[in-house]
């Protein structure tokens, strides 16, 4: 059934469980967020066009609910919060009837496929995603850290596709995907590319390390 929902144009993709830090400074927002908070209601992220105009953004039609899981307001108004992602949802039609854009929506599902060959492509993602991130904590020196991947498929999805340095537009098609078959499938091959590249970059700043022990003494 479709309903009426805030919508908060950005130049960021919110997923489904991933976490969003905003400053809220425009007048227009600190009412959207206000209204929100007050009646314990979300708003959508969406991502704005590149050819919007300022004030008169146009969102792509696909985005993320944000509940505030915390607010701290500042003593001239504007506003630090936390949205967490929820459900997607297709925008119907929008207005401005309020200082804000505003959307009639309807909530955006992946359909249903094979438990199998969501599990067959959940573990094919998982394993390159793991290569990834240990590769990425090894570069920064964090090898000791520890992570927890989602375990379900449609999860683990979403949260590869909010983790992968992506461009928006990438990270885009990937929120309007259908199927999360389709959306794992696309993450594999990309992860096919990115692993053995990053594998490599690694290799080679570990050798110039090796050449260089002390790097202090070219300065």
Same mark, same amino acid.
């Given at each position: 059934m479709p309903?009426?929902?805030p919508?908060?144009?950005?130049?960021? #993709?919110? $997923?489904?469980?991933?976490?969003?830090?905003?400053?809220?400074f425009e007048?227009r927002?600190?009412? %959207?967020?206000?209204d929100?908070?007050?009646?314990h209601?979300p $708003?959508?992220v #969406?991502?704005?066009?590149?050819?919007?105009q300022?004030? $008169?953004?146009?969102?792509?039609?696909?985005g993320?609910?944000a509940?505030?899981?915390?607010?701290?307001?500042?003593? &001239?108004?504007?506003?630090?919060?936390?949205a967490?992602?929820g459900?997607? /949802?297709?925008?119907l039609?929008?207005?401005?009837?309020?200082?804000?854009?505003?959307?009639? #929506?309807? #909530?955006?599902? &992946?359909?249903?496929?094979p438990?199998?060959?969501?599990?067959?492509?959940?573990?094919?993602?998982?394993?390159?995603?793991?290569?990834?991130?240990n590769?990425?904590?090894?570069?920064?020196g964090?090898?000791?850290?520890? /992570?927890?991947l989602?375990?379900p498929?449609?999860?683990?999805?979403? $949260?590869?596709?909010? /983790?992968?340095d992506?461009?928006?537009?990438?990270?885009q098609?990937?929120?309007?995907? &259908?199927?999360?078959?389709?959306?794992?499938?696309?993450?594999?091959?990309?992860?096919?590319?990115?692993?053995?590249? %990053?594998?490599?970059m690694l290799? %080679?700043?570990?050798?110039?390390?090796?050449?260089?022990? &002390?790097?202090?003494?070219?300065?």
């Open positions: 309903f009426e929902l919508l908060f144009p950005l130049n960021v #993709v919110l $997923f489904p469980g991933a976490d969003l830090p905003l400053h809220i007048p927002y600190r009412q %959207m967020i206000n929100c908070n007050e009646q209601e $708003f959508g #969406v991502l704005a066009r590149p050819e919007s300022p004030l $008169f953004e146009e969102p792509y039609p696909i993320t609910m509940e505030i899981e915390t607010l701290a307001r500042l003593e &001239d108004g504007r506003m630090n919060l936390i967490r992602g459900r997607r /949802f297709r925008v039609d929008q207005h401005r009837k309020k200082p804000y854009l505003t959307g009639i #929506v309807e #909530v955006y599902e &992946d359909l249903s496929e438990e199998q060959v969501l599990h067959e492509q959940g573990i094919r993602a998982r394993e390159l995603f793991t290569s990834y991130l590769i990425l904590l090894e570069v920064v964090k090898e000791e850290v520890q /992570f927890d989602p375990h498929p449609d999860e683990l999805s979403h $949260f590869i596709a909010y /983790f992968l992506l461009e928006n537009v990438q990270k098609a990937l929120l309007e995907l &259908d199927s999360t078959v389709e959306r794992l499938k696309t993450e594999i091959d990309t992860l096919r590319r990115e692993v053995p590249f %990053m594998r490599q290799s %080679m700043s570990s050798l110039y390390r090796a050449g260089n022990p &002390d790097r202090s003494k070219l300065n």
